[in-house]
């Protein structure tokens, strides 16, 4: 598969590499990170998970961290590269989820997987009703982006590279 051919993955980071809202004596495994005030708790698996959703998928960073994210993370994940990010209008449609806009507008007609911890009813309608395969995988922010995701997320680009003609 060539990397044009990649569908997209759009990676949030609260939640999903930054670890939050878990019990102070069961802290999951990772690194601490100062940004720019605020300590966050880098999940220990996030660079290897990320290394291996990068042979599948074109990452992009989906969070409200936007340029910031590449300055922050590049060289705690081991990432060979600055990803992609998302900008975001300050007002969105109230009805409709602040990342909506940015993603459809970067994905165009493009195949996507969205890593969350707050899809609402709004991404799900939006998902369903995209013509493009459209996959959303929600995680519990205390846990982030687990191997079960990773594996989960593998297997879906799997079918669509088998699906789509070369």
Do not use: Y
Not at 8 to 14: C, G, K, Q
Not at 36 to 43: A, D, F, M, P, Q
Request: net charge negative; charged share 20%.
């Amino acid at each position: 598969m060539r990397n044009s051919e990649k569908p997209l993955l759009f990676v949030d980071i609260d939640g999903v590499l930054s670890l939050f809202g878990f019990q102070s004596d069961s802290r999951p495994a990772g690194d601490w990170l100062n940004v720019e005030g605020i300590v966050h708790l880098i999940s220990g698996t996030a660079s290897q998970h990320l290394q291996r959703l990068a042979v599948a998928f074109d990452l992009v960073w989906c969070s409200g961290w936007e340029e910031k994210a590449n300055d922050h993370l590049l060289g705690v994940l081991v990432l060979p590269n600055a990803l992609p990010f998302l900008t975001f209008p300050t007002q969105s449609a109230p009805t409709k989820h602040w990342k909506l806009d940015a993603i459809e507008d970067h994905a165009g007609d493009r195949p996507l997987a969205w890593i969350d911890d707050a899809h609402d009813d709004s991404c799900r309608a939006w998902a369903s009703s995209r013509a493009a395969r459209t996959l959303l995988v929600t995680t519990d922010p205390a846990a982030g982006l687990t191997a079960a995701h990773v594996e989960a997320l593998e297997r879906w680009a799997d079918r669509l590279a088998v699906a789509e003609p070369s």
